[in-house]
């Protein structure tokens, strides 16, 4: 027997359609086994789909891409913040705590000082430290071809992610695609960033009514992905960087890949970083799944 499964998906840092990062999401109202979410997820086909459930008086919320499960996702979790909005589960300004792989996370709707505005949301994300490197020979010659510069700062981190800083004038929005011809490290996960002060933006580079500050492109084909649109967790890596380099308290930061969208971010109470930005749900519909009722344990491992 099937049951109707709310689900809907919002496009992720993006103020109309067809931008952004797209993430589908669903509200479940048992516990489903992960063969099941995975199948979901599958037939979905979004590069992720977050699954929702409230138990034990708290949301619990769970990424999965076509493929397999993810400890972390940050348009996805914005995506469905923003959903519980959709379904009028959470008001305009009211905090939560989404309860996740990677601990509770701090969302709220409305960007923080602005609680009206019930399609923009904040979500806060770990960040992590920076670590000096060196940039590969290949990875050098890459950017001397494509974009006509070398790196002037290069960097490792945790997440595994090597992250590059460009001069401004290196035509970074108009490149094609660097994904195929990465090597080594840069495979896992590389950002392309650079400073847009003193630059002449359009208006699509504006976000909650602020200018960009920086901006950056995202490329892991080693994990399977060429190019991804809008990056929370690559933003939320760079961010104390930028708002260190320009002084501020918060910054602006935007992704030029083909389907744009950008964020304010800022430092949280806790250290982590706090995304705000806006979402539009591409499209509302009911998913009819088989409720198999099992697979409440990895599920409750979230509270633990």
């Not at 939560?96 to 019930?118: D, F, K, M, N």
């Not at 982590?272 to 009911?286: A, D, K, P, V």
């Amino acid at each position: 027997m099937t049951s109707p499964t709310p689900a809907v998906l919002v496009e992720a840092f993006a103020a109309g359609p067809c931008r952004g990062n797209g993430a589908a999401v669903v509200l479940l109202d048992q516990p489903m086994g992960d063969g099941g979410l995975q199948a979901i997820a599958r037939s979905l086909n979004q590069s992720e789909t977050a699954f929702l459930l409230h138990q034990q008086d708290r949301w619990c919320l769970r990424w999965f891409t076509p493929t397999c499960e993810v400890p972390l996702c940050g348009h996805a979790t914005l995506a469905a913040l923003l959903a519980l909005g959709h379904w009028q589960v959470l008001e305009a300004g009211q905090p939560v705590s989404l309860w996740t792989r990677s601990g509770p996370l701090a969302v709220q709707l409305g960007p923080p000082g602005e609680p009206t505005q019930a399609s923009s949301g904040s979500v806060v994300l770990p960040s992590a430290g920076l670590l000096a490197a060196e940039p590969s020979p290949p990875l050098i010659r890459l950017l001397q071809e494509r974009l006509g510069v070398k790196p002037t700062d290069y960097w490792g981190s945790s997440l595994g992610y090597r992250v590059a800083l460009l001069p401004p004038e290196a035509p970074l929005a108009a490149m094609a695609s660097v994904a195929s011809e990465l090597q080594g490290a840069d495979r896992a996960g590389l950002v392309l960033m650079q400073s847009l002060e003193g630059l002449e933006l359009t208006p699509s580079e504006v976000v909650l009514g602020r200018r960009a500050d920086y901006q950056l492109r995202f490329f892991a084909p080693g994990l399977g992905i060429e190019e991804d649109p809008v990056t929370g967790s690559a933003h939320a890596l760079v961010a104390p960087f930028w708002l260190e380099r320009l002084n501020r308290r918060s910054v602006v930061g935007w992704q030029c890949s083909p389907r744009p969208g950008g964020m304010v971010l800022e430092t949280a109470s806790s250290g982590m970083i706090r995304l705000s930005g806006t979402g539009h749900l591409l499209w509302n519909g009911t998913l009819h799944v088989q409720a198999d009722g099992c697979g409440a344990e990895p599920w409750g491992a979230l509270l633990a």
